[in-house]
């Protein structure tokens, strides 16, 4: 996997730089299947198909804690602004951790996010354009 890469994804994510499927591009490009957003331990986990992984903090400061419950509708309006308005990536962050949401697994060639909570609450969410 391209580190390099994987690096300049992060901060462009945090940074809100560039959007969600420009992100997504870049990683498939370092060679990314798959990532695990841990907002307990603020970490990114990103994983290639042959077991090769990169973990990145999330070195963003004044986060509340995660919500004991999740509320899959406040994470649907959550992403559906992401979607249609450029929501940044902190402030999607916020939201979700509000609304109980513990971490998320991003898969790239399943075009599709995973959401889940502290009690093994979960929403999947297709990539917009995704053949399901």
């Known amino acids: 996997m391209n580190t390099d890469l994987i690096t300049a994804a992060t901060h462009a994510t945090i940074h809100a730089e560039k959007p969600f499927p420009q992100i997504v591009g870049m990683l498939i490009e370092a060679g990314v299947e798959f990532y695990h957003v841990d907002y307990l331990a603020l970490q990114k986990t990103f994983y290639s198909g042959a077991g090769v992984f990169v973990s990145t903090p999330i070195p963003l400061e004044g986060l509340p804690s995660v919500a004991a419950d999740f509320d899959a509708e406040a994470l649907r309006a959550n992403i559906l602004d992401s979607q249609q308005n ?3 990536w902190r402030d999607f962050t916020l939201r979700a951790m509000r609304g ?3 971490g998320y697994f991003a898969f790239l060639r399943g075009q599709r996010v995973t959401y889940f909570g502290r009690q093994g609450d979960q929403h999947t ?3 917009p354009g995704a053949k399901t």
Request: hydrophobic share 35%.
């Open 86 to 88: 450029g929501q940044s």
């Open 100 to 102: 109980g949401v513990q």
């Open 125 to 127: 969410e297709w990539f």
